[in-house]
């Protein structure tokens, strides 16, 4: 069976840091990019990050270019998204995407994990 599960959310304080983890079964990561969007409430949906298939590619929204980054295990089938000096705009549901295709490009997704709350708050 095909999923995504995202995990690693929870509530942190300003300049603070969380690591999110998408953890993948039902296929493996060398042929599909995985993407990290995230929704606030009232807000329309927002491509956050991406790594290509082979790694080699990666994107950054501005929102959080030199803040986070993201990395893939896959030994662990499993994406990690590392947030650093969180601000409270930060604020969302975060959910880890499997494109259609290797590249990076923020859409055709065909599956979605069920989201992760990061809550950015003093």
């Known amino acids: 069976q095909l999923q995504l599960v995202e995990s690693g959310g929870g509530l942190v304080q300003p300049g603070g840091s969380l690591r999110l983890s998408c953890a993948v079964s039902g296929f493996t990561l060398d042929y599909r990019a995985i993407n990290w969007f995230r929704q606030a409430p009232g807000k329309e949906r927002e491509g956050v990050s991406c790594?290509?298939?082979?790694?080699?590619?990666?994107y950054f929204a501005d929102s959080v270019k030199g803040r986070f980054t993201i990395s893939r295990d896959n030994a662990k089938n499993t994406v990690y998204l590392q947030m650093n000096s969180l601000k409270p705009e930060d604020t969302g549901v975060y959910y880890c995407?499997?494109?259609?295709?290797?590249?990076?490009?923020?859409?055709?997704?065909?599956?979605w994990g069920q989201g992760t709350q990061v809550t950015v708050s003093l």
């Open positions: 790594i290509s298939s082979s790694g080699s590619r990666i």
């Open positions: 995407a499997r494109s259609r295709f290797g590249y990076c490009a923020l859409r055709d997704m065909d599956y």
